[in-house]
C-alpha cells in the first residue's frame, strides 16, 4: 500500500507531488496560510477603495452616481479579465503572475493617494481592479493544490483571508486614511510591496506542482453529467451569484451613507458598522466550505442564501443598534455560500479550473460593479432608504438552488 503524500509547508524546499497524490495527502497548511495571507493582503488593499468614499465625495463634489462608477471601474476591470486570465493560465500556467498582478495593485494605491482628478481616480480603481483579475484564478489554484482533497477547506481558508481583508480596510481607512487625508492612502503601497514578495513565494512552491495540460482534459466529464445539465447547473450557480453578489455590493458600496442618512453617525462609526458585518461575513465564509465537505455544498448553498431572507427583510426597518445586529447575522448567513458555490462550479468542470475561477470570482466583482452603479443611481433619484427596501428581497432567488444537480464526487 502506498504511503499518502505530505505536501511541504515549505515554501522553496517542498518535493514535487504528482497531481494524482494530492487526493491522498493532508492539507499543506503552511501554503495554505500563505495563500490566505495574499489574499488578506490583496483585499484588504481593494476595500480601502470604498471606504474612503465619503472622503473622495467631500473633497471633489462628487454624487452618488459617481461614487457608483468608481466601484463600477474597479469591478468591471476585475470581472472582465479574471476569466481571460483563467483561461489563459489553464493553457499556459503561470506561477509567478501573482506578484505582477499584485504590482498593478501598488501602482493603483499610489495612484489613489495622489489623484486630484476624477478621471485619475477611476484610472486608479482600474488599476487595482487589474491586480485582482490577475490574483484571483491563479491563487485559488493553488489552494486547491494544497487542499489535500478537502477543497471546501481550502477554499474556505483561502477566501476567509480575502473576508478578512475586507473588514481590516474599512477599519485601517478609520484610523489611518480618515484622520490624515486622501495622500495617506499611498502609504498603503508598502503592504503591497509585502504582498509581492509572499506571492513570489507562493510561485516557487507552485511552479513544480503545476499539472499537464493532458491530465487536466483527463478529468472531463468525471462529475456524471452531461453536457447539458452542466451548462443548467452553472446558470443556476450564476444567478444565485448574481443575487449575493447584488445585494453584497449595497452593503459595500452604501451601508455608511445609509447609517449616516438613517441615524446620523459619524463617518467613523459608520466605517466601523461596516467592518463589523465583514469581520461576521470572514466567519461564515470558514464555516462555509467546511460544511460542505460535510453535508453537500448543495445544502449549504440553499440554506446560506434563503437563510438570510428573514434578516434582509427586516434590516432596512431596524434601529441603530438592531441594525448592528441583524448585519452580523447577514454577513455571516449569506456569506456561508461563496465556498460551496465556487467549489460546486469548480466540480463541474474541472479541466476548466482557471477559466471557471476566474468566471466566477469575476462575476463577483463584475455584478458588484454593475450593482454599485445602478444602486447609486437609484439613490440619487429615489434615496438611499428605497434601495435597501428593494435589495432586501434579492436573498428569495436562492431558492433556486433546489433544481441544483447532485454531483458524483460531493462529500454526503
Not at 175 to 202: D, E, H, K, M, Y
Not at 289 to 310: C, E, H, M, Q, T
Not at 366 to 380: E, M
Request: proline residues 5%.
Amino acid at each position: 500500500m502506498n504511503k499518502p503524500v505530505i505536501l511541504s509547508e515549505d515554501l522553496t524546499s517542498a518535493p514535487i507531488v504528482p497531481e494524482s497524490a494530492v487526493s491522498a495527502s493532508v492539507p499543506a497548511v503552511g501554503v495554505l496560510g500563505a495563500v490566505s495571507l495574499s489574499h488578506f493582503l490583496n483585499d484588504l488593499l481593494q476595500s480601502v477603495v470604498p471606504s474612503i468614499y465619503p472622503i473622495l465625495k467631500d473633497n471633489y463634489g462628487l454624487d452618488f452616481g459617481q461614487i457608483g462608477m468608481i466601484t463600477f471601474a474597479f469591478m468591471a476591470t476585475s470581472s472582465l479579465l479574471q476569466p481571460v486570465v483563467g483561461i489563459y493560465t489553464d493553457r499556459h500556467p503561470k506561477p509567478f503572475s501573482l506578484s505582477i498582478g499584485m504590482s498593478f495593485t501598488l501602482a493603483g494605491m499610489v495612484l489613489l493617494g495622489v489623484a486630484h482628478h476624477y478621471w485619475v481616480i477611476l484610472l486608479a480603481a482600474a488599476l487595482v481592479g487589474m491586480g485582482s483579475a490577475i490574483f484571483h484564478p491563479e491563487s485559488a489554484r493553488i489552494a486547491r493544490a494544497a487542499s489535500g482533497g478537502r477543497f471546501g477547506y481550502a477554499q474556505s481558508i483561502f477566501q476567509v483571508g480575502g473576508n478578512l481583508g475586507q473588514a481590516a480596510g474599512p477599519m485601517l481607512a478609520a484610523l489611518i486614511v480618515v484622520p490624515f487625508g486622501q495622500t495617506s492612502v499611498t502609504w498603503f503601497a508598502l503592504v503591497a510591496a509585502f504582498a509581492i514578495a509572499v506571492l513570489w513565494r507562493l510561485g516557487v512552491w507552485y511552479k513544480p506542482r503545476i499539472k499537464p495540460r493532458k491530465a487536466m482534459q483527463a478529468e472531463r466529464g468525471s462529475v456524471g453529467l452531461s453536457s447539458a445539465r452542466i451548462k443548467f447547473a452553472l446558470t443556476i450557480l450564476i444567478v444565485l451569484l448574481f443575487s449575493k453578489a447584488f445585494y453584497l455590493a449595497g452593503i459595500n458600496s452604501y451601508y455608511i451613507f445609509f447609517l449616516i442618512h438613517k441615524f446620523g453617525v459619524s463617518t467613523q462609526t459608520g466605517q466601523i458598522y461596516l467592518f463589523v458585518f465583514l469581520a461576521a461575513s470572514a466567519v461564515g465564509v470558514m464555516l462555509g466550505g467546511p460544511l460542505g465537505d460535510r453535508f453537500g455544498r448543495k445544502y449549504v448553498i440553499w440554506f446560506s442564501i434563503v437563510g438570510a431572507l428573514p434578516f434582509t427583510v427586516a434590516l432596512p426597518y431596524a434601529g441603530l443598534y438592531t441594525s448592528l445586529v441583524l448585519s452580523v447575522l447577514i454577513g455571516f448567513v449569506i456569506s456561508s455560500a461563496m465556498p460551496a458555490i465556487i467549489v460546486y462550479a469548480q466540480e463541474l468542470m474541472p479541466h476548466r479550473f482557471g477559466m471557471i475561477s476566474g468566471l466566477f470570482f469575476g462575476l463577483v466583482f463584475g455584478v458588484g460593479g454593475i450593482g454599485a452603479a445602478v444602486l447609486g443611481y437609484v439613490a440619487d433619484f429615489k434615496g438611499i432608504d428605497f434601495v435597501y427596501q428593494v435589495c432586501s428581497f434579492l436573498p428569495a432567488i436562492g431558492l433556486l438552488a433546489i433544481f441544483l444537480p447532485r454531483l458524483n464526487n460531493q462529500a454526503a
